[in-house]
């Protein structure tokens, strides 16, 4: 009997005394607050405790080392502290997502009691062990410095509750998330509830000849084990193109490591992993295709369609050999750009209940809920309005939730047995199934002439989208479309190809293909400079689109465009830095290209102090909640937005797009002041409380964007967001600060607009520096999490934020979305900084200092 106390009682233990402590606070002490993020790797900290008042990690330390100690988890904490941590980390607008904060407040609880005035450099020290993909860590530092000055004059600490457009209000739901109490899919305990786990595919490329399942059905526990043939409708699905199966069936050909063979549903987790372990699966191994370069011309075929998913094309102006030919100067170079993970907290999950014989239910963490609704439907063989999809907070996403992952597999296995359903897939079996970013090959010949001005680009770009299409014809297009990064050139010759392979698929991740040309394309604009000896700061101010300037498609901008003031912004401390690098972005919201865009809204009056507002968007950190929560204070003239509750399932009917490319601001946006016409008319006469049980709905819809290629004016998207980043250097060649001038439109938050840039800026610095994923073979060469590259608060530079606004006369309020934008020149500034440093051009990515 393992005896020890735990949060100030005393409890006791007789099982598996290797049972990871995480484990058993979440399974049998029912303390979910501490996370899992890594599966046991000790990588991430989101499962971080305390024990005889010094940190550890619960996830790798085991129940026999236990005994005898004090186990301490935020629900032990004594109120005044939890309360102080958490409104200063909400304050500081430290929470984006929330899956790891509980793990950063324990570490600042044991921090501060014994250092009650840390330094920055201390509190860098303390949190070495834990992991935030979201927020950059610069919020988090000056959380608990604000903590630790409320608990020094033991003072309480307020937070502000104004909810107008332009305040920075508290995050929507922040505090619940800081202190635990917000429910992620795997915190959430359901009476009768089963467990499914996945078998994938051991190879790459190999016909499966047989399945045999007959010793994992013996296992004790299992409930029943589903293969290809169990499911009822369409087994092909896609986000765009409905080229991924959801199981391979026998006989067929697997095209990558995440291919799903099988699905086991026992009466837990561990009985259900298990008795995967015990399928087997006879193969006949195939040589499989995984070099970009060979895929157009290699006899082995991805897709029976062939190894070409998508070809972009962009020609626009003079004959780009002749423009060339007749410059002053022309840099031509290969660039080369790496396979990225995610890397969000919260890995995917998803619980499936039936709702009827022929109706389920889901909750997710997905993107998108209304996409996953039609996929789910068309999986089950059934009608969307037999399918209902409700948003669980969600850990993260980046893009990389886009996709299904295991929402179809527990919609069918539920589907079947009638009964709850939960898959989690640990963090290898995440990172082996769902997409990335993608690997580009890019050829690049940029010229100017004498007075340094831009004359014409040819580019060819090959993006390897792996084993299924997911978004990879839409992330090629879209990097055809910024191939000419934030510049004005009136030639341009530019193809863009998505190829099948055998690697892991890939698909949208944070800036949508044109991290990668910007990073190409600033390397160009740089060598230029260089050859014709332009100041970089001047040819870039020179060169910059504005108002009346065409982009890559031949889009004229309107009104709106900020480059001009964001390099202003940078222009003194460029010129100060003895060592710095310049970079330049343009990245659009993601309306646009002939696609029609349809956004609806439900208000609901409750009472005098409830308002019920339902959309589509997925909260996964962004602060789409916040801002929707502003836009309804700021129209209806509301001062407290605790009032506001915000809701996404399904079931309002509120549909939305997919929660990507920065545009959820501008349709929600539009949409709730659409609602709140009728609202604030009727608010002229009546009072809330005598509105209550009124509903209000509201809609925005665009359908005069135009695709590439179609005729008459081109209107490629509907709006853009812009920047410049300036990345400084010490004399060691390493990155010392990064200003990042942003052109917000109008800034709804300015401490969440603060907040993204900072945690955008250092996921680029990770993609320019560290960040890969190799794969050998179609295998990855590592499944450990921690091997990423992910950055962690020690790589972490000064980061100033500078926000400029010159309003969108398309966004709400004049407002432009900043979700992708953060991170689109940071590698380019950096790869900038490091020629001025050595004078050595980097051509791929992750740079070194050589």
């Not at 950063?104 to 860098?124: Q, V």
């Not at 369409?234 to 986000?239: D, K, L, P, T």
Request: charged content about 25%.
């Amino acid at each position: 009997m393992i005896k020890f106390n735990l949060n100030g009682s005393e409890a006791s233990y007789d099982g598996d005394p290797k049972m990871a402590l995480l484990t058993y606070l979440r399974e049998t002490a029912g303390i979910v607050s501490v996370k899992n993020g890594c599966s046991g790797e000790a990588t991430c900290g989101a499962c971080l405790v305390e024990m005889n008042a010094k940190p550890v990690l619960s996830c790798i330390t085991p129940m026999e080392k236990v005994s005898g100690a004090s186990i301490v988890t935020i629900e032990g904490f004594p109120e005044s502290l939890r309360q102080t941590l958490g409104r200063a980390f909400v304050a500081k607008g430290a929470v984006q997502c929330g899956f790891c904060t509980p793990g950063f407040l324990l570490r600042a609880k044991i921090l501060l009691e014994t250092n009650p005035h840390p330094s920055r450099r201390d509190i860098i020290h303390a949190l070495r062990f834990n992991l935030c993909r979201c927020t950059g860590y610069i919020k988090i530092i000056d959380a608990i410095q604000l903590a630790a000055e409320h608990i020094r004059k033991n003072l309480e600490l307020r937070l502000s509750n104004t909810g107008k457009v332009g305040s920075s209000q508290p995050k929507y739901d922040a505090y619940n998330k800081a202190i635990g109490h917000s429910e992620f899919i795997d915190d959430i305990r359901i009476d009768g509830m089963l467990h499914a786990a996945l078998k994938f595919s051991d190879h790459p490329r190999a016909k499966v000849l047989q399945i045999d399942v007959s010793a994992a059905e013996r296992i004790e526990g299992v409930v029943r084990i589903f293969t290809a043939n169990d499911i009822p409708g369409e087994r092909y699905i896609g986000v765009i193109h409905q080229d991924w199966p959801v199981m391979i069936a026998g006989g067929e050909t697997t095209r990558y490591i995440g291919d799903v063979l099988a699905g086991v549903v026992a009466e837990n987790e561990e009985i259900a992993r298990q008795a995967v372990a015990a399928i087997s699966v006879e193969y006949e191994v195939l040589e499989p295709l995984t070099d970009l370069h060979a895929a157009e011309r290699s006899p082995i075929k991805v897709h029976e369609s062939g190894n070409l998913l998508s070809v972009s094309h962009i020609q626009r102006g003079e004959d780009i050999d002749s423009v060339l030919r007749s410059s002053a100067h022309v840099v031509k170079a290969t660039f080369k750009t790496q396979r990225v993970e995610h890397g969000f907290l919260e890995t995917e999950a998803a619980i499936a209940l039936p709702a009827g014989s022929d109706r389920i239910e889901l909750w997710v963490q997905s993107q998108g809920v209304y996409e996953d609704q039609r996929q789910i439907a068309r999986i089950l063989g059934v009608s969307s309005d037999k399918v209902s999809v409700k948003l669980v907070p969600t850990g993260g996403g980046f893009g990389g939730k886009e996709d299904l992952t295991v929402q179809g597999h527990v919609a069918v296995f539920s589907f079947h047995l009638q009964k709850p359903v939960k898959a989690s897939l640990s963090r290898p079996e995440s990172i082996r199934m769902h997409p990335k970013r993608h690997p580009f090959h890019m050829q690049y010949a940029l010229g100017c002439d004498t007075n340094g001005k831009l004359t014409g680009l040819s580019a060819r770009i090959v993006g390897d989208t792996g084993a299924y299409a997911s978004l990879g014809a839409e992330v090629l297009e879209r990097a055809a479309g910024h191939a000419t990064g934030a510049y004005y050139i009136p030639n341009v010759d530019i193809e863009s190809k998505a190829v099948y392979t055998n690697n892991i698929p890939c698909g949208a991740m944070r800036g949508f293909g044109v991290n990668q040309v910007t990073f190409a394309m600033e390397s160009c604009i740089e060598q230029l400079c260089a050859r014709g000896g332009f100041d970089p700061w001047q040819f870039r101010y020179d060169n910059v689109l504005d108002t009346g300037k065409k982009t890559a498609t031949g889009q004229i901008l309107g009104e709106g465009v900020g480059l001009k003031e964001t390099l202003l912004a940078v222009k003194d401390e460029f010129y100060k830095a003895k060592t710095a690098g310049l970079a330049c972005g343009i990245k659009n919201c993601g309306i646009g290209n002939g696609v029609f865009e349809e956004c609806h809204v439900k208000i609901e009056i409750k009472s005098k102090d409830h308002i019920v507002l339902q959309h589509g968007w997925t909260e996964m950190g962004q602060g789409v909640d916040t801002v929707a929560q502003q836009i309804l204070c700021e129209e209806i003239d509301i001062e407290d937005p605790n009032i506001v509750e915000v809701k996404v399932s399904t079931e309002s009917k509120a549909r939305a797009g997919m929660t990507t490319a920065s545009r959820a601001t501008f349709q929600v946006g539009h949409a709730i002041i659409d609602a709140a016409r009728g609202l604030k008319k009727d608010l002229k006469t009546k009072s809330l409380a005598e509105l209550s049980a009124k509903i209000y709905t509201g809609r925005w819809s665009c359908d005069w964007t135009t695709r590439l290629g179609d005729p008459g004016d081109v209107l490629t998207h509907y709006s853009y967001g812009y920047a410049t980043h300036l990345v400084i250097l010490d004399d060691a060649g390493k990155v010392d600060c990064v200003v990042a001038a942003h052109d917000g439109g109008r800034i709804i938050n300015p401490t969440l607009f603060e907040s993204q840039i900072e945690g955008a800026v250092v996921m680029g610095l990770g993609y320019a520096l560290s960040e890969d994923l190799p794969m050998e073979s179609g295998q990855l060469k590592t499944k450990r999490y921690g091997k990423m590259g992910i950055p962690r608060i020690k790589h972490v530079p000064n980061i100033v934020v500078k926000m400029v606004e010159v309003p969108d006369p398309l966004g709400p309020y004049g407002a432009k979305g900043v979700g992708e934008i953060g991170n689109i020149p940071t590698a380019g500034a950096v790869a900038n900084a490091l020629y001025q440093y050595d004078k050595i051009v980097r051509y791929e990515l992750p740079m070194k200092l050589k």
